[in-house]
């Protein structure tokens, strides 16, 4: 199993970027998907959730801009990213939880995308 990311790259203050984050591999069932992010000297940190039946959970620094989807038959998850501030500026991971064929349920992370706001 493994997450694939893409979507990243540079926005100026107040643009719009979608990260775009795939599972595939040997799966049975996906369950919570996320994105967290790590800024330069900081620790990782939640951006948003969103459950198989589409329930969502954001960081208070990202409501009202940011909208996290995702498309079951897919096992992709989505980040639209509006509105960016400079101090959106991070490398974005997605997460998933899932089920492998096997029936054993663990997390797995994607590679690291960096998104970059600046003028």
């Known amino acids: 199993v493994q997450l694939q990311a893409s979507g990243g790259g540079l926005a100026q203050p107040g643009g719009s970027l979608r990260l775009s984050c795939a599972a595939s591999g040997s799966i049975f069932s996906v369950n919570v998907m996320g994105w967290y992010r790590q800024a330069p000297g900081k620790q990782r940190e939640l951006v948003a959730t969103i459950t198989s039946g589409s329930s969502t959970n954001y960081a208070d620094s990202v409501k009202g801009r940011f909208t996290i989807s995702r498309d079951n038959a897919k096992n992709t998850v989505y980040l639209q990213m509006n509105s960016l501030k400079p101090e959106d500026t991070a490398v974005y991971y997605c997460?998933?939880?899932?089920?492998?064929?096997?029936?054993?349920?663990?997390?797995?992370w994607g590679h690291g995308t960096l998104v970059t706001v600046s003028s």
């Open positions: 997460n998933a939880e899932i089920r492998g064929v096997t029936g054993r349920r663990r997390d797995y």
